[in-house]
C-alpha cells in the first residue's frame, strides 16, 4: 500500500526528472536571409557568417567532373543580388577573366547548372547544422527546374583556403563531403517577401563550419532528372545542435551539472518535508 511519505517522494522525483529533462535544452534555430537587400544579414545570435563567396568549374572543361572550382569574383563576376533580394551567381567563360555571355541574361544569371555547375559557400564561425533552403526565384508559374544540391563538408582542411583545388570528382565521403540531393525546391510564392516555402534535408544532423549550397550536381550524388536548373537563393535555415540531437546528455561520472545538484537539494527537502509530515 502506497504511504503518503511515498507519494510525496514520488512527486518530489517526478519533478526533478521532468527539470533533468528540460535542463537538457533544446538546439538554437537560425535563419540566414537576404532580406536587408544588401545580403549582410550575417549575425544570428551566437552564429556567424564568416564568409560568403561564388565558385563555379570554369577550368576550360565547365561542367565535368575533373573541372576544378574557381571563385568567381571581380566586375560584373560573382555573387549577385537581385532586386527581389535573391542571390545568382555569374560565372565566368572558361579560362577567361570575363563573364560568359549567357551570364549577363536570364536565366544563366542566376545558380545554375548550364554549362559551368555553380555553387554558393557558405563559411559559418562554428559548426552548424543546415535544414532547410528557399529561393526567391522562379515562382510557380515559371517551367523552369529548381533541383538544387546542397554540401556540407566536415573534414579537417580550410575549405575556402583549398576550394579551388578540388573538383567535384574529389568531393566524396571519404574526402569528408555528405551531399543532398534536393528535388524541385519549393516555388509557391506569397507574402513579402514572397520566397517560395523551404525545402527541409537532413535528417541525420550533420553539422560542419563549411556549407555549399547551388544547383544540382549529378557528380556529387542523387539520380535526379538531367534538365538544366536555375534558381536564385534567398535563405537558409539550420541550427546548433544539442547534447539531445548528439545523444550525449549524461554527464561526465563524477561531475554533476549544476542543474543536476539543484535538483539534488530539491529532493533532500521533499525527504524532511515527507518525514516531517508523516509525524
Not at 583549398?162 to 507574402?191: C, I, K, P, W, Y
Not at 561520472?253 to 543536476?260: L, Y
Amino acid at each position: 500500500m502506497e504511504t503518503k511519505k511515498t507519494s510525496i517522494v514520488k512527486s518530489v522525483l517526478a519533478v526533478s526528472l521532468a527539470a533533468i529533462s528540460s535542463a537538457a535544452g533544446a538546439a538554437t534555430s537560425f535563419t540566414w536571409n537576404t532580406a536587408d537587400s544588401n545580403y549582410t544579414n550575417t549575425s544570428l545570435g551566437s552564429v556567424t557568417v564568416s564568409s560568403l563567396s561564388a565558385w563555379a568549374n570554369t577550368d576550360g572543361s565547365d561542367g565535368t567532373s575533373s573541372a576544378l572550382w574557381e571563385q568567381q569574383s571581380g566586375y560584373n563576376n560573382g555573387l549577385q543580388l537581385y532586386s527581389a533580394y535573391d542571390l545568382g551567381v555569374k560565372a565566368k567563360t572558361a579560362a577567361s577573366s570575363t563573364n560568359a555571355a549567357n551570364e549577363d541574361y536570364s536565366p544563366n544569371h542566376a545558380i545554375d547548372n548550364d554549362g559551368a555547375h555553380e555553387f554558393i559557400l557558405f563559411v559559418f564561425n562554428q559548426a552548424v547544422a543546415l535544414t532547410e533552403v528557399a529561393i526567391g526565384w522562379p515562382d510557380a508559374s515559371s517551367s523552369l527546374d529548381t533541383d538544387m544540391t546542397v554540401v556540407a563538408y566536415t573534414g579537417a582542411a580550410d575549405l575556402l583556403a583549398t576550394m579551388g583545388t578540388l573538383s567535384s570528382a574529389n568531393m566524396t565521403e571519404a574526402n569528408g563531403f555528405t551531399d543532398f540531393a534536393l528535388s524541385n525546391v519549393g516555388r509557391d510564392q506569397s507574402g513579402s517577401p514572397a520566397w517560395g516555402t523551404p525545402s527541409t534535408f537532413n535528417a541525420g544532423n550533420i553539422e560542419s563550419k563549411y556549407w555549399l549550397v547551388g544547383a544540382y550536381n549529378s557528380h556529387l550524388g542523387g539520380s535526379l532528372d538531367s534538365t538544366k536548373d536555375y534558381m536564385k537563393l534567398a535563405l537558409v535555415g539550420g541550427k546548433l545542435l544539442d547534447c539531445t540531437d548528439r545523444g550525449n546528455c549524461t554527464p561526465p561520472p563524477g561531475v554533476p551539472e549544476p542543474t543536476t545538484l539543484g535538483l539534488f537539494g530539491l529532493g533532500l527537502v521533499g525527504l524532511r518535508y515527507a518525514k516531517r509530515f508523516r509525524k
